[in-house]
């Protein structure tokens, strides 16, 4: 009898960090002994790990058996070290080479039958494993597709103990993945199928070019969510590193399809306003998951209907739009969960929400109140409104508008544009520039800031309203390929804003 060592890997949020675990069997009375901050489904874990050994066929060392997870200060939680667990114990025990567990992480839960189960985050776990230098991996073989899209590490797949164990002890050969699907996804629609709404289209291209958060306003069928669904189609493609962030994120909310490719395209996310707290920002039992505002992670959230959402729904966005993260306090611990992406709301411009503004039956008041219940605080995070009317024709050339392409061609030379001017600081689009830095190292002659002045004198424009105004500006100039924002610029900046929503 005596010592082995193994590894598994232990999330927190979709961080990964890879675990020792060591087995220490002889020497005391019968009895497990497990050590290391263990949750409740670890602790659990030492009766499935038994009884999944014993029905696989194996001998379960009746001796005093030591199980330690390290670093000990790390919060360990669910079931994924049980294989680990059961593979460690046996190594102490003379069954398997303790040499096969070298460099080779072991991740899944059993079942007491010895199955092995799948588990939620195994991208992630992945990605820490082979950045800790680990050589090989064993993942319950319904997670090979998700495990494909990580590269530079040996991956295999078993569907029990009984196999894993076959593979550390005489080299019978695990399932590999297949060769990872390139990267792709679904196109999003085309804004040529959008008929009219100028402004709107417009606001949609500043949008999209600076980063800036969107508010569009019209009656239903007018088109806000078309609009919204083709902002996607506008942004650049997401890079390798965006692409795999996303993925964890989704591995870990246990919404990475089976089989698909790393996007490409960057995620739109539309939560119903009925969604929960926790299906918005995330939460839930134990290892609390992503929410919407992390699913839509380097992408667009797109709120429609949004003064439906209940105050409290709202004001809980205000953090991960600040912060670009959410943090989750549970008992467990606190996760944090990456959260930065680009809002854009829709709303009808009254409760009755006529197709024709001229047959509203709402109350004055009711109207006026409607939109306000889209908080201060929140509205002025958004840089663009803009507001939309019934459709009048279908047929004329003049309702036609310009395709994705010629659109997008414009979005990315804009935000080239600004990333080079940024590049210094790391801000890659125009939105997340501090004001201060806008006011002062990038300073605009008086001229043109004159507008700002006047609307800040009569009390029109608060100092954040008039930051943004500033970013607004900065991207239409790069949209028009002038080195710097004119007054014409500035201008147009606060009319986005201006623009009255009912
Ligand atoms: N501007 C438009 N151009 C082309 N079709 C439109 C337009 N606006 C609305 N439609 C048609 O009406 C349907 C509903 O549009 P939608 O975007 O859901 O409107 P809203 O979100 O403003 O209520 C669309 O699927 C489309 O067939
Ligand atoms: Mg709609
Ligand atoms: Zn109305």
Redo the contacts with the bound molecule.
């Keep these: 009898m005596g010592l082995a060592r193994g590894w598994s890997v232990a999330l927190r949020g979709v961080d990964g960090h890879v675990v020792e675990v060591e087995a220490d069997v002889g020497g005391g009375l019968p009895g497990v002994h497990l050590l290391g901050l263990p949750d409740a489904a670890l602790r659990e874990s030492q009766d499935r790990v038994r009884a999944a050994v014993v029905n696989s066929g194996l001998v379960w060392p009746n001796e005093r058996i030591v199980l330690a997870l390290s670093p000990a200060t790390l919060r360990k939680t669910g079931s994924a070290f049980d294989l680990a667990l059961a593979c460690c114990v046996l190594a102490a025990a003379g069954t398997v080479p303790q040499r096969s567990l070298e460099r080779t992480v072991l991740l899944g839960e059993l079942a007491l039958d010895g199955r092995l189960r799948p588990v939620r985050g195994v991208l992630p776990c992945l990605l820490a494993a082979r950045d800790a230098g680990m050589a090989r991996v064993v993942v319950p073989e319904v997670a090979l597709s998700e495990a494909a899209l990580v590269g530079g590490i040996e991956v295999h797949g078993a569907t029990d103990l009984a196999e894993v164990l076959g593979w550390l002890r005489d080299g019978a050969l695990l399932r590999r993945p297949g060769p990872p699907p390139g990267p792709g996804g679904d196109e999003p629609p085309d804004l040529a199928?959008?008929?009219?709404?100028d402004d709107a289209r417009h606001a949609l291209e500043v949008a999209a070019a600076g980063g800036h958060h969107l508010l569009?306003v019209?009656?239903?069928?007018?088109?806000?969510?078309?609009?919204?669904?083709r902002i996607v189609g506008l942004l650049p493609r997401l890079t390798t590193d965006d692409a795999l962030a996303l993925a964890a994120i989704r591995s870990v909310a246990g919404r990475l399809p089976d089989g698909a490719p790393l996007a490409t395209v960057p995620p739109l996310v539309a939560p119903h306003h009925s969604s929960s707290m926790a299906a918005l920002v995330g939460g839930g039992g134990g290892l609390a998951r992503p929410g919407a505002v992390s699913l839509a992670h380097r992408g667009v959230l797109f709120v429609?209907e949004a003064p439906e959402f209940g105050a409290h729904l709202l004001d809980a966005l205000r953090t991960p739009l600040e912060e670009g993260e959410v943090r989750l306090a549970r008992a467990e611990g606190t996760v944090h969960y990456p959260a930065r992406f680009q809002l854009v709301l829709?709303a009808?411009p009254c409760p009755c929400a006529p197709a024709h503004d001229r047959d509203c039956v709402c109350p004055s008041l009711v109207r006026r109140r409607y939109l306000g219940r889209l908080s201060g605080p929140l509205l002025d995070r958004v840089d663009l409104r803009a507001r939309?009317y019934p459709?009048t024709t279908?047929t004329t050339e003049a309702?036609e508008g310009e395709d994705t392409a010629t659109v997008r061609a414009r979005v990315l030379a804009a935000r080239a544009a600004a990333a080079e001017r940024w590049a210094a600081d790391g801000w890659r689009t125009n939105a997340e520039v501090p004001g201060p830095v806008l006011r002062s190292r990038y300073a605009l002659p008086p001229a043109a800031v004159r507008p700002l002045d006047a609307g800040m004198r009569a009390g029109e424009l608060t100092a954040r309203g008039a930051d943004r105004a500033l970013r607004v500006a900065w991207t239409l100039s790069d949209l028009s390929g002038t080195s710097r924002p004119d007054r014409e610029h500035v201008e147009a900046a606060l009319y986005f804003r201006d623009r009255r929503a009912a």
């Excluded at 199928?193 to 709404?197: P, R």
């Excluded at 009656?219 to 669904?229: C, E, S, V, Y």
């Design positions: 199928d959008v008929l009219g709404q569009l019209g009656p239903p069928g007018t088109g806000k969510t078309m609009l919204a669904q429609d829709a009808n939309m459709v279908f309702a």
